[in-house]
């Protein structure tokens, strides 16, 4: 009924209604005229430099150079001032010392500049006195709607459109990939050479200090441009992590983002904290975030640009099998560890695929993968090896390698595997040598398959490939439903309790008791204050038990000996009370001694595992899943993941540990119950949302068996008293917003739930539209969209999974079946203060009030957002929705650009 905007360029409904108005960030990538302050004459200084690359590469704008001193600059008219200048600017680039910054911002805020690029240096990097003239121009920037690049950078080059607003001493060529980049020295280097490469660039960004405009900002804006392809970054901190994340993984869907990421070890990070005056952050945690989203790391610089290659030209693997095809024995197997040692497999040839191969080979072939055709190899046996090859279900990719022997023709072969390129599964190659093989290098290349100098370099990018693979089809998993946690006022009530009694450490009694208001089984734990009691209760649990400490104020019971296992009789619990009692009584510690705790002595029959969180810098709560038990820290099996998880998230948070082969059943033992696991981990990963003043939280052991999960011991640390919601750590993906859930009833009465969508709901979506007329889907589409595309598991994965941050899909549910009834979605419009709402119900029950229940949702949600306006293009003929917009307050006007078809809807909010 509605017109939303942002589904990638490859929807259908892509085109129908989008219409795109000038970005804040054109002022910087694409201005009609700019103004350089502090432009000079001086030989070899920024100012000149900038000048130059400006009126050398023309940009289609006017350039007015600004110097008070001197009437003109490199033979341009100069203006003493902004205020001075005939006309507005879009751009200010601004190249003088740090001090000067404040009153040019001022003045550019006066005078309507909308972006500036600030080269000076002298801020942050160097110490307090920086950090306030920062916290200045930010203020000045914000207040006057400025978008800044910079401080302390080397600026923005735009080659398709010829601008060069940066010292470098050349311009990029021009191409359809975008460099940013922390770095401006390193800049520079790609840059010469980008040149004598012949690789071209559609931006090139020195970031500096990132003192406004961020990597989400940019990657937002570089996913909207038709000139981008590709994202390369080269990161030395993530700055906004959420808008860093969030822009991430709505690009990654549809352009590869592709980070080398500088400081990851702690002497790097000290480095890199030291050249940008910003936290670097843990790696591990930063790893863990690019997984979630999409985003490809690499670790050095040149395979940052040949996977940017590699992604271009060959499709993504669905997996991480590769056949290796070779005219040579020692390359194959270079390749091979390289391939194994990266993670990747090699395809277990077919028997079907070994006969066909033993009918175009000589006898003498390796008869396996690797598949050596041996060194005599012509045209045509490398091309029947690799058509027989490519062909093989059980491989995922192939990797060719050619070594110049007497006999081998490499230029020859390279134009005879040309046809070879689009085998619908990526093709790449290893031509080894130099001179000799550089034709069929280029013939290859010029082909559309990329080729490497060594075989293990080639094997090495094929694992960023399906590791790449991987990582998006993460985003495009439906998860499983799982229940909801029933008990959450207790939790806080629990937690709430500790805090005014000004402890920051749950008892294990109270912390095996939070874990159980959101269902995560423990051992039945049973308090004794006395002898009596203890042997009472563990004669009620049965023999043997476990007695441990019980005290508000020790929390490492083992370091104090208020552990003891294995009690077998009553008399044995009466000697382990009195012990510990006794112990702590010698320490000079007998307040301390509050009881303790009776469980029944659970046997290990299982795997021992670690469930925990702590806190990041920069992400804030951060999840932990790993193999436990006391030697935890030894062995470091574990994986990292930002809350909150679905179970599909869960799970691939599993597979990065070497523990989760051996509960999928090894050598005989039966497997541990992984959907119960992945369900563990999920309402884990609700407390943790939930209960946001848990600092920090360890299970360990989590006890895994075929038979059961269960937490036997369980810390938590609370954030103290002192420290108020509004201070908490926040957290780096918005959780499920329940706020937004409602009951409310249809016109006849009937209840149903207006909630936000959840990735959980595509198998609903997909029976929702075929509740849908043509003319329902016409509306909504402005034309018509197929069932089969409507309900296409990427599509409706892309719209079930919300950032709740930037889009939000309310949908209808009736209460008695789950059915979806109806969806209305709001959606943020990148670089304003704008959304544009969309909204579908379904035919079956339309006119009962639920369009106007659905969008008067979304208004408060856009009030929430502090947004401006909300938006909606809709067709003249659509006369229902249009009733429903005027009564909620939005004014309809004439469609800008589309005749006399489409009309506006704009709703001006409080």
């Known amino acids: 009924m509605a017109q939303t905007t942002r589904p990638p360029p490859n929807d259908p409904s892509y085109d129908l209604l989008h219409q795109r108005g000038r970005h804040p960030l054109d002022a910087l990538f694409n201005p009609r005229s700019v103004a350089v302050v502090g432009a000079s004459e001086r030989q070899g200084s920024v100012g000149r430099t900038i000048l130059w690359n400006l009126i050398s590469n023309p940009f289609g704008g006017t350039v007015y150079p600004i110097n008070p001193k ?94 060069n607003a940066t010292f470098a001493g050349d311009m990029a060529r021009p191409g359809n990939v975008a460099f940013i980049s922390q770095s401006g020295a390193l800049l520079t280097a790609i840059l ?51 808008a860093f994340l969030s822009a991430a993984r709505e690009v990654a869907l549809h352009k590869p983002i592709i980070v080398i990421k500088a400081g990851r070890t702690a002497q790097a990070a000290a480095a890199a904290a030291s050249h940008t005056g910003t936290l670097t952050g843990s790696d591990e945690v930063l ?8 985003v490809l790391r690499v670790d050095s610089i040149a395979d940052l640009f040949y996977m940017a290659e590699v992604l271009a030209r060959q499709p993504r693997p669905d997996g991480r099998r590769l056949t290796i095809l070779t005219n040579a024995g020692g390359p194959g197997v270079l390749a091979t560890d390289a391939l194994v040692m990266g993670g990747g497999e090699l395809a277990k040839l077919s028997d079907k695929t070994l006969a066909e191969l033993n009918g175009v080979l000589p006898p003498a072939w390796s008869h396996g993968n690797p598949v050596d055709i ?78 490497f100098g060594y075989p293990d370099t080639a094997a090495r990018i094929f694992n960023y490939m399906w590791r790449y693979s991987y990582n998006l089809a993460g ?64 004669e009620s649990l049965g023999y043997p038990v476990v007695l441990k400490l019980h005290s508000r104020r020790i929390t490492h019971k083992t370091d104090v000996g208020g552990v003891k296992l294995n009690l077998g009789t009553a008399e044995k619990v009466r000697e382990a009370f009195e012990d510990i009692r006794g112990k702590l009584e010698a320490l000079g ?75 999928r059943g090894v050598r005989g033992r039966k497997p541990v119950d992984m959907g119960a696991l992945e369900k563990l981990l999920v309402r884990f990963s609700q407390l943790v949302v939930e209960q946001r003043f848990l600092k920090e939280v360890d299970i360990n052991p989590l006890l895994a068996s075929a038979e059961r999960l269960v937490a036997l011991d369980a810390r938590v640390v609370l954030h103290g008293p002192e420290v108020t919601e509004a201070e908490l750590p926040r957290l780096a993906i918005l959780p499920y917003p329940t706020k937004y859930v409602e009951r409310c009833k249809l016109k006849d009465g ?7 969508i959840r990735p959980e709901d595509e198998p609903r979506m997909v029976e929702f539209h075929k509740t849908l007329s043509e003319q329902s889907v016409f509306l909504r589409y402005a034309g018509m969209m197929k069932l089969d595309q409507r309900v296409a598991h990427e599509r409706l ?108 809807a704009v709703r001006v909010l409080d």
């Open 70 to 163: 001197r009437p003109n600059v490199l033979g341009i008219k100069a203006w003493p001032s902004l205020r001075a200048l005939p006309e507005p600017v879009d751009l200010a680039v601004i190249v003088t010392p740090a001090t000067a910054v404040p009153d040019i911002m001022r003045e550019c805020a006066e005078l309507g500049v909308r972006g500036a690029i600030i080269i000076s240096a002298g801020f942050k990097e160097v110490g307090p006195e920086g950090v306030k003239l920062e916290q200045e121009v930010l203020r000045i920037a914000r207040q006057a709607g400025i978008r800044i690049i910079g401080p302390n950078c080397l600026g923005v080059m735009r080659p398709p459109t010829g601008l």
């Open 374 to 451: 041996l060194g005599d190899a012509d045209p045509e046996r490398y091309a029947k090896a690799l058509e027989v090859a490519g062909a093989d279900e059980n491989s995922d990719g192939l990797l060719v390698i050619l070594t110049p022997q007497d006999m081998t023709e490499p230029t020859q072969t390279a134009d005879r595997l040309k046809p070879y390129a689009k085998l619908g599964k990526p093709v790449i190659a290893s031509w080894m040598g130099g001179s000799e093989v550089a034709a069929g290098e280029r013939i290859l290349n010029d082909a559309g398959i990329p080729t």
């Open 475 to 538: 985003l495009y998993e439906t998860p499983s439903l799982t229940e909801e946690p029933a008990r959450r006022e207790e939790a806080e009530a629990l937690i709430r309790e500790a805090r005014e009694a000004g402890r920051l450490v749950l008892t294990e009694h109270e912390s095996k008791r939070l874990l159980a208001t959101y269902g995560i089984p423990v051992v039945e734990t049973r308090l004794a204050t006395s002898v009596d009691e203890a042997v009472r209760e563990a």
């Open 750 to 756: 009937e209840p149903v739930v207006i909630r936000p």
């Open 287 to 294: 790893s863990a975030a690019f997984r979630r989203t999409g």
């Open 589 to 663: 510690q007998a307040d301390a001694f509050d009881g303790v705790t009776v469980q029944p002595m659970v046997k290990l029959d299982g795997y021992e595992l670690i469930v925990g969180s702590s806190l990041d810098a920069q992400f804030g709560p951060v999840l932990l899943f790993g193999a436990g038990g006391v030697l935890v820290e030894v062995f470091k099996d574990r994986a990292l993941a930002l809350p909150p998880l679905n179970t599909t998230l869960a799970r691939r948070m599993m597979e990065q540990t070497r523990i989760h082969e051996a509960l």
């Open 192 to 242: 010469d050479w980008s040149l004598r490469e012949a690789v071209g660039f559609s931006a090139f960004v020195s970031m500096g200090s990132m003192l406004d405009v961020g990597w989400g900002d940019l990657i937002d804006y570089l996913g909207d441009d038709p000139r981008t392809r590709s994202i390369l970054i080269y990161m030395e901190s993530i700055g906004d992590a959420r």
């Open 797 to 904: 994965a892309r719209i079930c999974f919300n950032d709740y941050g930037r889009e939000m899909a309310l949908v209808v549910e009736r209460v008695s079946v789950g059915e979806i009834l109806g969806v209305g979605r709001l959606t943020k419009l990148p670089g304003t203060e704008d959304a544009e709402f969309a909204l579908l119900i379904s035919d079956p029950v339309q006119r009962q009030g639920l369009g106007k229940e659905v969008l008067e949702r979304l208004v408060q949600v856009g009030k929430d957002w502090g947004l401006r306006r909300i938006v909606a293009d809709i067709l003249r003929g659509n006369g229902a929705m249009q009733h429903v917009c005027r009564g909620l307050g939005f004014t309809i006007h004439q469609g800008e650009g589309f005749g006399d078809s489409v009309v506006k």
